[in-house]
């Protein structure tokens, strides 16, 4: 299914309409001293523990990294940059899946709501990039708590809500300034309450669970043919090129939400489906089987620790907080225990804040699920658990060859903590960010924003 | 384990989360009273009778009691929430199990949740799995300026309401209450202020009132009552401001009367400390949430309770959170250590600093002896996030926590084919 037809990206870009995709990644990777961390003990979610080792890091990215002392011969010690790590850990920069920052920033009024295009049901054609306020000062706050990499998605009123972006957390003048290079879109999708509630209240479909499927459906339905639409193009004007005696086929019109589902059909943007309850999840499962796509990451999946098998069988992420409950109905059966029973499924899993609170503590959360898993006598250690907030996340935002875990030709994106990482005690004291360093409590280095400045703020 | 063999024999009561002994006397050995990060714990054993704290220290016998091993786990008094919504709200959101707010205008002041708490919820097991053995449960803002009044509740059975209701009428003021207040802040407090006059009024000329003989009062009696009290210092005036000028504008407003006041929220409070501090006027705050989410709360920082504390101000915590119930309270007595705070000032903020704002410091919140058996036993340090309950004793009970958190967690442990999910 998925071969029979080129890509819409190519097939307009054939027609000469687009020239190259818009809002492409402006983000520079700045000059940065080449660095060795030593003596320190790391963390490096690849399922490594190294109570005493180093890590080298040039132009950005890993070099080296090791046990027990530094071997100088491989190590150009003359120009390097070294941080002492004694009673220290190291671990790959934090990623958040899912955040709003920059789209709900703060000051959070409604002059400042841009995260939810809660006007119709399916709005496959916004983007998340496009509410980003690049000053929000939650960014220096994530900044804080070690978060290197945040995906930005559209709100849930919607059954399809748009298309999400991932962000170096970086300052930049734009949002193109913060975009991950490389990284794929994503699409924000909500099963339950949400969307069903939003339409409900104002008697419009969908109204009911059932409603919710059919609309997805729906849309997929509507995508598939107009990606049948566009191949009919694009063979007549194949054909024309070989014969001038065919006739061109009148080339559709675009439609900027339909090149949103087509690139989901084509597996070129990732599905993020917000979607609390295990049965919905089955349901959703189904969905992508009927259309041939893949759902990269169930987010919010409070029950997901009652599919566990399924969700490792079809390879598909679980997005979920450490201990938040009872918020809504669907959110009723959160267990603490849910990401160290996928993990022990053999699942994955990811630790996600949705919160500009929370995303600067997702340590903590890690270590509460952590703790939840080891308390039912399972498996489960910091090894484990620093996966959920690092390497998993990079996977579910497919952005895991790049980053996400302290291995050589990986970007240097760093988080040294002036302590046990899992420990409540325990503060970010330096961050890195392709080797560069962009948070220093010591020498009191910090983003600040321009709504910040002069507005007193001080942490 | 001792534990599970002393309780084999007591009874469950279905659908009760919380099932406990009688308060028979109860020795735990081995227990580890802690300073802090670095300080050297000292060993003793606690003793309860009659849910009271009789014997602390060494080398006292457990004759006549039941003995339970501390294995040096570290002890510390029931933890306090100075803000929740416990028990007043099942699941939010399109649902009808909620009663934190009131969204009517037939009255302000008189809105009593706690008049609703469910004492059987099934939230409230999983506060005590927390440490939390008590919480102040507060409506939250509805249609006023006056949201209602906000009561300490005893978990996990919250007896007798008026049994440590020191009460409180809780006031949104700040850019909430401005919202509810024909948008300004000016006018919020000019509500507040006519409340009081009124409720002056109506104290001082009951008997007026009663023959309908002094000028119509626009409140409705029950929310006159209320405000009385309050003027009279048997009820706490609990507001909730951010903005710093607000704090002083407003504490400054209230200089005529003799109030009992409470600040919460208070984000900026420490740019202006010496006009709480001088006004003997305790804070109770939100650790977590340091966002600068409005103009009142552009001060927001991280480290407010370590400077309120260095202030010499009287601090206690609250959650507040929708999201996660009572549960993160000692992660944010944690993260306030993390930035400054002292941890035993930590610790205080969640155990005697709240007994003292609510009136019950003479016997509660402390481990002494004649105070109540109200502690914590724990695996480890008491604000760590990998640390969990290992004994939990409320008024001389030992209380085994049950919650349907656990019994979901083991209905879904192994995936293997045999009985359907529902039957295991």
Known sequence: MKTRCLTVAAALAFSGLVQAAPFQSTYEMPESEPTLIRDVSMLTATKDTIDRGYV?????????????????????????????????????????????????????????????????????????????????????????????????????????????????????????????????????????????????????????????????????????????????????VRKAEGDATADVADMPERDIGMETLVGVLEGQILVHNHCYRADEMALMMEVAEEFGFQITAFHHATEAYKLADQLAENNICSAIWADWLRFKLEGFDAIKENAAILESAGACAVIHSDSPIAIQHLNQDAAKAMAAGQQMELDIDEADAIRWITINAAKALGIDRQTGSIEPGKMADLVLWDGNPFSVYTRVEKVFIDGALRYDRESDLKPVTDFELGHRRME | MMLRRVLCGAVLLPLLHVSSLFADDVVIANVKVYEGPGSEPEVIAIRSSEGVITEWGRGFSAAGAFLYPGNEGYVTPGFIDSGSILGIAEAERNTYAEDQTYEGKSFSAAFDPGMAFNRYSSAIPLSLEEGVTRVLVRPDLGEQVLAGQARLLTLPNAPELSDEDAGVLFVYLGESGRNKAGKSRAAALQYLLTALNEAQVFASKRRDYERNRIRELSLPLADLEVLASVLEGRRKLGLYIDAAAEIENVLNALDEYALDIVLFGAREAWKVTEAISSRDIPVVINVLDNRPSRFERLGARRDLAAQLHEAGITIAFMTEDQYSETRMLKQAAGVAVAHGLPWQAAIDAITINPAKIWGIADRVGSLEIGKEATFVVWDGDPLELTSSVKYLVVKGEMIEIENRQKLLRDRYRSFEKGKPFVYR
């Open chain 1, 56 to 236: 080298y890091f040039r132009d950005g990215v890993i070099v080296a990294f090791g046990y027990g002392d530094v071997i100088e011969e491989l190590i150009p010690m003359g120009e390097v940059t070294i941080v002492e790590g004694e009673g220290r850990w190291l671990t790959p920069g934090i990623i958040d899946t899912h955040s709003h920052l920059g789209d709900y920033p703060s000051p959070s009024y409604p002059a400042t709501s841009d995260g939810n295009e809660s006007t119709s049901p399916v709005t496959a054609e916004v983007w998340a990039e496009h509410s980003v306020w690049p000053q929000d000062p939650q960014f220096p706050q994530a900044l804080a708590g070690g978060v290197t990499t945040l995906q930005i998605l559209p709100g849930s009123a919607n059954l399809i809500g748009g298309r999400t972006v991932t962000l170096k957390n970086v300052p930049g003048r734009t949002v193109m300034d913060m975009k991950f290079p490389g990284a794929p879109h994503g699409i924000k999708m909500a099963c339950g309450e949400n969307p069903k509630g939003v339409y409900g209240k104002r008697n419009q479909s969908p109204a009911t669970r059932m409603a919710n499927v059919a609309g997805y459906r729906q849309a997929f339905a509507d995508a598939q043919a107009y990606q049948r639409e566009w191949q009919k193009y694009q063979d007549s």
